[in-house]
């Protein structure tokens, strides 16, 4: 007797592994998206979150460096993100199946 697709477990697996890359897809986007919303502005503040965090202190010029480095990580990872997911819309787009 012949299963149908949608009960063979190959069906199943497949089914389960879209459901981690979709998390994982989100995450991509929301991680470095997060990460800038709730950066904050001022360098003492993110002097005052390290120490709060770590128990580590460090100086006003070295959070506003670590702030621009965080920044500059952060952009990079949404535009990556973002050129990934163009050029699987535009390969999906090519070859209409």
């Not at 991680?31 to 993110?46: E, F």
Request: glycine residues 8%; contains cysteine.
């Amino acid at each position: 007797m012949n299963t149908r697709h949608c009960c063979s477990k190959a069906g199943r697996a497949d089914s389960h592994r879209s459901a981690w890359g979709r998390r994982r897809e989100l995450a991509r986007w929301i991680v470095p998206g997060a990460t800038l919303a709730l950066l904050p502005k001022c360098p003492a503040c993110l002097v005052a979150y390290v120490a709060l965090a770590t128990g580590l202190g460090i100086s006003v010029s070295a959070a506003a460096h670590l702030r621009t480095l965080v920044i500059i990580l952060c952009v990079g990872t949404l535009a990556f993100v973002a050129a990934s997911r163009l050029r699987r819309f535009m390969a999906r787009g090519a070859d209409p199946q």
